[in-house]
Nanobody, 125 residues
Framework: QVQLVESGGGSVQAGGSLRLSCTAS????????MGWFRQAPGKEREFVAA????????FVIDSLKGRFTISRDNAMNTLYLQMNRLKPEDTAVYYC??????????????????WGQGTQVTVSS
């Protein structure tokens, strides 16, 4: 099983940027389709973005398109989420997730069997 560790979270003012990283170990990263999710206080976990094994296909939810970008570097065993023009409503714990059984992209939590511990992102106005 892969171990996933997120990093790069923190506190930022509205309009700022952060890049989250998710480093994988213990398995062949390139065999895992990956995704990012987030959970704000008092809310359900929300799907943010997904990327396929090679990085040739990716998806970001409509409300975040143009501000968030998902990418991966299989040579570095790392998944990224670039977040620009951050807003207070982006405040959440961000989780990366991976699975080897996805055909291409996974859009729901139940499709992923491996999760990181999460990293906090706080955006102040």
């Amino acid at each position: 099983q892969v171990q996933l560790v997120e990093s790069g979270g923190g506190s930022v003012q509205a309009g700022g940027s952060l890049r989250l990283s998710c480093t994988a170990s213990g398995a062949t990263f390139s065999t895992y389709a990956m995704g990012w999710f987030r959970q704000a206080p008092g809310k359900e976990r929300e799907f943010v973005a997904a990327i396929n094994l090679s990085g040739s296909n990716s998806f970001v939810i409509d409300s975040l398109k143009g501000r968030f970008t998902i990418s991966r570097d299989n040579a570095m065993n790392t998944l990224y989420l670039q977040m620009n023009r951050l807003k207070p409503e982006d405040t959440a714990v961000y989780y990366c997730a991976g699975d080897t059984d996805l055909f291409d992209l996974g859009y729901a939590s139940f499709e992923y069997s491996n999760w990181g511990q999460g990293t906090q992102v706080t955006v102040s106005s």
